[in-house]
């Protein structure tokens, strides 16, 4: 498997934001966003993944000292469904965790039975990809967008149409790597979520500690 780190702090977005989880980063994407914040798992320039087997990767899991405490998995990379048999084998090795997949949702569900539940995040135009297929939808989803303006929201529409995904399963997210990014693109992104019946989602890592790695 294709790792890149592993660490223990709060989930910072979406339906368990505040939840203290220990975060498998995967190594690896098949996108490639401009704005990414963890270039790091695929970019050439930067990129410093590592292979690891599955006794390694349950090791480091058991070396942070924190499994009594906390049995919450945050499985993100990168694109971690590129690698859904790694998957497998942490459900195996940890059977009463929660299981919570971030995934830009491009690919086909094989670990269904496996993962709690998929935070999706299809990746609109401006992230600087083309448009793909949005796979990943089952009723274990919750759908995450990445807001960069306001004119970014027509796009966003348009999606939720085409796929006729749930108003209550949608979460608006500013897009920004610091805390004055983020916030001044809150009261906006707030007010189209009361329009629709849609969640809002802060970034509670960035706000907290801006983009250190590992939090
Ligand atoms: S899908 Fe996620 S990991 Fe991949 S390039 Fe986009 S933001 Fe980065």
Not at 40 to 62: C, G, M, R, S
Not at 125 to 143: A, D, F, I, M, Q
Not at 149 to 176: S, T, V
Request: charged share 25%; net charge negative; glycine share 6%.
């Amino acid at each position: 498997m294709v790792l890149n780190e592993i660490f223990y702090s709060i989930q910072g977005e979406g339906l368990n934001a505040g939840v203290p989880a220990i975060f498998v980063r995967f190594g690896n994407c098949n996108l490639k966003c401009t704005w990414c914040d963890t270039k790091y798992t695929w970019h050439p320039d930067v990129q410093d993944n590592f292979e690891a087997t599955a006794k390694q990767l349950f090791e480091d899991i058991h070396a942070l000292g924190v499994y009594e405490k906390c049995r919450h998995f945050v499985i993100t990379g990168g694109e971690p469904m590129l690698q859904q048999p790694v998957i497998l084998a942490l459900r195996k090795e940890f059977p009463d965790s929660y299981i919570e997949v971030e995934t830009n949702g491009s690919q086909t569900v094989r670990c269904f039975d496996d993962v709690d539940l998929f935070t999706v995040s299809y990746k609109t135009s401006n992230s600087g990809n083309p448009p793909y297929e949005l796979k990943t939808r089952n009723e274990k989803c919750v759908y995450k967008f990445v807001v960069c303006c306001e004119g970014d929201f027509d796009e966003i529409e348009k999606i939720i149409r085409q796929y006729r995904l749930p108003a209550d399963k949608i979460f608006l997210m500013p897009e920004g790597a610091t805390r004055e990014e983020v916030l001044k693109k809150h009261p906006w992104i707030l007010d189209r979520c009361d329009q629709k019946g849609y969640r809002f989602t802060t970034r509670l890592h960035i706000l907290t500690w801006g983009n250190e790695r590992q939090r």
